[in-house]
């Protein structure tokens, strides 16, 4: 119903889903074969779709050629080809020369003109596969080779990786040092150095998602437990990193030892003085015999660490518009035996491990054995999904603090909420800062005629809507924490 299709070229064995309120549209030029089409998605100039499912509300335009693959929900792909890839909500892919092959990429992901994310002669063996987490983002020009994962918003700074990669720490920059011919990691990145882009991410993409029946919970939260449970792999990398940096004299520590590399490495994170300026090697991290430098372990260290307690406190204080501190104190003594679990990207939609494989074996089993089944498991998951989450972020704080939930009381509360302020605050600022310096950067400016007409053609600093946003939700969550701090 209510579908708009004009001047097609070939429609052979579709599934064409619309309605009044959510309208699919196919233009001018467009080959489409073998394929399930969601509901309010658009398709024009020239596109190629064989073999595809095309979720709702995504978007293929000028020249997109789309085969053997799937697009996630609110997803674009204008001009380029994409093959045998699996690619999550949200994703957006533009300029005819990107390039994708036998991917996974998870969602909230951004593909820069001339990305090679996979290839179909890279290899003396058949094709592996790209994997990549939330918020993926090869720069210009970047071409990886297979197999190669990495952790979620892994930003990777153009040029040519001639090797595997494996990615474990996550909000990393990843580039190459071509004078001294080595790879450097700079993990945390995005909090350091971009804020603004980070932090606009949430509400850029909920804004976009235009489902008008939302019967999944697709997460766009920055920290997440997919990402918080990423954080805590970067932490022990960055401790086994420094430890063996600091050991690597001694055989016996650094064969095998990964429990000694890691109290070394974390008494000399956690000591108050800085390191010192020896190189911090990272192993096992690209497939070549160069050496591969984690940049600024320390700092990424502490900033990891405060923003799980952040991801923590925000999870209190949505507990406690609705309940007491006496109900939230009932509930942590209730559930003190929670721990940290494994979460699974199912298509955008978070899901604890277990239940993932509980799934599994009931399929395997035959105890469920249709769609409809296996649909109505997601819509449980999502339903509970809000509970997995809190109690994951319960678990996570009980973890970086090194604090039993069973010891928590009212007092250690208020001082977790007591830095959420503060870091709340330091968000805020960093928000402002990072975005600030493209209007302090005279070769910005050297096009315009003035200050003036930049702010004409951009738009002024004092006028962005997200930063004006952001120091608007500040104050409100200051009002929703001073009075538990009374």
């Not at 579908?3 to 196919?26: D, F, M, P, R």
């Not at 939609?349 to 249709?370: H, M, N, R």
């Amino acid at each position: 119903e209510h579908a708009y299709i004009k001047g097609v070229n070939k429609l052979k064995n579709l599934t064409i889903n619309s309605s009044e309120v959510a309208y699919t549209q196919i233009g001018e030029g467009c080959e489409l074969v073998n394929g399930i089409i969601g509901y309010g998605c658009r398709i024009f100039y020239g596109v190629k779709a064989v073999r595809f499912v095309l979720s709702s509300f995504s978007q293929l335009k000028y020249g997109a050629r789309l085969i053997n693959s799937f697009l996630g929900d609110n997803s674009t792909i204008s001009c380029c080809e994409v093959l045998n890839s699996l690619l999550f909500p949200a994703h957006e892919q533009h300029h005819n020369n990107s390039f994708l092959c036998a991917s996974l990429i998870k969602g909230q992901s951004n593909m820069a003109a001339g990305a090679t994310v996979g290839s179909n002669h890279n290899s003396r063996a058949a094709d592996g596969e790209i994997i990549a987490g939330r918020g993926f983002w090869p720069g210009l020009c970047v071409s990886l080779k297979h197999n190669s994962k990495f952790a979620s918003y892994t930003l990777i700074v153009k040029g040519d990786f001639l090797h595997e990669l494996d990615i474990r720490i996550p909000f990393s920059l990843v580039s190459n040092d071509t004078v001294k011919d080595q790879l450097v990691l700079l993990p945390g990145y995005w909090f350091m150095y971009n804020m603004y882009a980070l932090m606009r991410n949430t509400s850029k993409f909920t804004a976009r998602d235009k489902r008008q029946f939302k019967n999944q919970y697709i997460e766009y939260d920055v920290l997440a437990p997919d990402t918080v449970n990423e954080i805590f792999t970067g932490l022990a990398e960055i401790e086994i990193a420094v430890g063996h940096a600091t050991l690597a004299q001694d055989a016996a520590h650094t064969k095998g030892h990964t429990a000694s590399l890691r109290h070394a490495g974390k008494v000399l994170l956690e000591a108050p003085e800085k390191l010192n300026k020896q190189p911090v090697l990272m192993q096992g991290v690209e497939c070549s015999k160069r050496q591969v430098v984690l940049a600024k372990p320390q700092e990424a260290y502490h900033l990891f660490k405060r923003m799980i307690r952040y991801h923590g406190a925000l999870a209190l204080v949505g507990y406690l518009k609705d309940h007491s501190m006496t109900e939230l104190l009932h509930y942590i003594a209730d559930n003190k035996a929670i721990s940290r679990e494994a979460f699974e990207n199912i298509g955008g939609q978070l899901v604890p491990v277990v239940q993932v494989e509980a799934l599994l074996a009931s399929v395997k089993d035959g105890s469920i054995s249709t769609w409809d089944e296996m649909h109505t498991q997601y819509h449980q998951w999502s339903d509970r999904y809000l509970t997995d989450k809190f109690n994951h972020a319960l678990a996570a704080l009980a973890e970086v603090t090194e604090t039993a939930l069973a010891s928590w009381d009212k007092n250690f509360i208020q001082q977790l909420l007591q830095e959420s302020l503060s870091t709340r605050a330091w968000i805020c600022e960093e928000s402002f800062n990072s975005r600030s310096k493209d209007y302090e950067n005279p070769f910005k400016l050297m096009v315009y005629e003035s200050m003036e007409e930049m702010e004409e053609v951009v738009g002024s600093l004092s006028d962005n809507a997200f930063i004006n946003s952001e120091r608007k939700a500040f104050e409100q969550y200051k009002a929703a924490v001073e009075p538990l701090l009374q």
